[in-house]
Structures are given as C-alpha cells and as structure tokens.
T-cell receptor, first 112, second 113 residues
C-alpha cells in the first residue's frame, strides 16, 4: 500500500457520460498530480494541485477538470466522454521535499 | 512531441546478468531525472533519481548514469533478479522543485530464470 488511495479501481461507462475519479494523497503530502496512461503511451501529465490551488497544467482537455479540497483529497472530473478517453488514470502525491512522487494504483476507465 | 524517449519497448535478460535500460531526452531544460518501476495492476513506484550535477548515482543493485552532452541516461541493474521483471519508466523534470514530470513510454524488462 503506497498510501495514495484511488477510487474506483475500475469504471465502465458510455460515451457522452460524466465520471468523477477520486484520490486521497499520502498523509502529509500537499501536492496531488493527475496523469493519464493510454495504451502503449507513457504517463501524460494532466494537472497538479498544491494545498488546494492549481499549480501546473499539462495537456488536459477542456472536458476534464479537477479540484483539491480542504482535506487535500482531489477529484478529477471527466465529461462528455469519448472512446479515446479510455485509459488508466493515476493520481500521485508528494511532500514538501520533492524526491519523486508516490503513485496510487490507478483507475481504469473504459468508455464503451 | 516526445521529449523523453525509451526506444526499447521490451528487454529480456538472464537472471544474474546485467540489465541496461536506456532513455534519451530532447529538452535541455531537464535537469532532474528519475526511474520508476511498475508491476501490473499497481501504480509506478519510485526507484532512483539523479540530478544533472552528477553523472552517476547508485543505490544497491541499481545505478543510474547521466550523460548530459548526449542527453542520455541509463539504468543498470546488477545482478538482475526475477523480481525485477516489470515495466520501467524514465522521467524528467525541469529542476528539482519543479514537480511536473515528463515520462517516457516505458521498457518492459523480463528476467529469465
């Protein structure tokens, strides 16, 4: 157990729908990151939050949004889902001294 | 634009031998590099890192080498063990403290008993 909790582990939904992925960071970590891994692709950076504030943004689609709540958990909202959004979505967290992320085990999203 | 490249999708190595995984990058602003290891159905786990002020960092059986002029880094595993079979991702950031990581596509390492 890495200490980063992602729910749900698996999600199957239809095109056009909206889903919410949830992440609880490791205790004490203020930064949360979201990454997307599509088939045969590396992990693509989506967005970073630090202590509730957006800190960095990657190639995140406008249909996607995220937030970090006062208790530091984060949610990634994906709307108007398309088949191409099927992927593994990873959340990671880090503390004040960055030596690398701690990743959760991911949410596998399948859009049918 | 793939700024971090792992050109070998897979690698098979005999148990006990050396495994060498390679990674190239194009962004000259990258100066902190990391390797992550990923087992199926798990998230990536941090393995080892290196700052651009060094050309080598060692941790037990794992050594990372950095060649800044060639924009190349490699991960050496000696000796290789069956538990090392996993997908290995190379990642880079623009400075320690710049926490956005750019990942390569990964190399699947298989250790043959």
């Amino acid at each position: 157990d890495s200490g980063v909790t992602q729910t749900p582990k698996h999600l199957i939904t239809a095109t056009g729908q909206r889903v919410t992925l949830r992440c609880s960071p490791r205790s004490g970590d203020l930064s949360v990151y979201w990454y997307q891994q599509s088939l045969d692709q590396g992990l693509q950076f989506l967005i970073q939050y630090y202590n509730g504030e957006e800190r960095a943004k990657g190639n995140i689609l406008e249909r996607f949004s995220a937030q970090q709540f006062p208790d530091l958990h984060s949610e990634l909202n994906l709307s108007s889902l398309e088949l191409g959004d099927s992927a593994l979505y990873f959340c990671a967290s880090s503390g004040g001294d960055f030596y690398g992320y701690t990743f959760g085990s991911g949410t596998r999203l399948t859009v049918v | 634009d793939q700024q971090v490249k792992q050109n070998s999708p897979s690698l098979s190595v005999q148990e006990g031998r050396i495994s060498i995984l390679n990674c190239d990058y194009t962004n000259s602003m990258f100066d902190y590099f990391l390797w992550y290891k990923k087992y199926p159905a798990e998230g990536p786990t941090f393995l080892i890192s290196i700052s651009s002020i060094k050309d080598k960092n060692e941790d037990g059986r794992f050594t990372v080498f950095l060649n800044k002029s060639a924009k190349h880094l490699s991960l050496h595993i000696v000796p290789s063990q069956p538990g090392d079979s996993a997908v290995y991702f190379c990642a880079a950031s623009e400075g320690f403290g710049n926490e956005k990581l750019t990942f390569g596509t990964g190399t699947r390492l298989t250790i043959i008993p």
